[in-house]
């Protein structure tokens, strides 16, 4: 079994910043590719970033340039610091580890960007 645990979430005013942490632990030995995903209610889940085990990232168009996706490997952990937030980043964050050819979610944490 794997666990994903989530933190960081929260209300912030437009223009701050948030830091989103996710932790995975129990039988993790193939864990590869770590991310955030994002979805508002009647959407589609969509990407927000990724980064591999050695580091390789990849954003959406929409994040690029304001958050930063970041991975400790010796913690099993990944980190998407989110600034100069919008409105339209408003959503439930996911995170998600690639175990071989499993996917695992985490529970997912809210954050919520005021105008």
């Known amino acids: 079994q794997v666990q994903l645990v989530e933190s960081g979430g929260g209300l912030v005013r437009a223009g701050g910043s948030l830091l989103l942490s996710c932790t995975a632990s129990?039988?993790?030995?193939?864990?590869?590719?770590m991310g955030w995903y994002r979805q508002t209610p009647g959407a589609l889940r969509e990407l927000v970033a990724t980064?591999?085990?050695?580091?390789?990232?990849n954003y959406a168009d929409s994040v690029k340039g304001r958050f930063t996706i970041s991975r400790d490997n010796t913690k099993n952990t990944v980190t998407l610091q989110m600034n100069s937030l919008r409105p339209e980043d408003t959503a439930l964050y996911y995170c998600r580890a690639l175990l071989g050819p499993a996917v695992k979610w985490g529970q997912g944490t809210q954050v919520t960007v005021s105008s």
């Open positions: 129990g039988s993790i030995s193939r864990l590869n590719s």
């Open positions: 980064i591999t085990k050695s580091g390789s990232t």
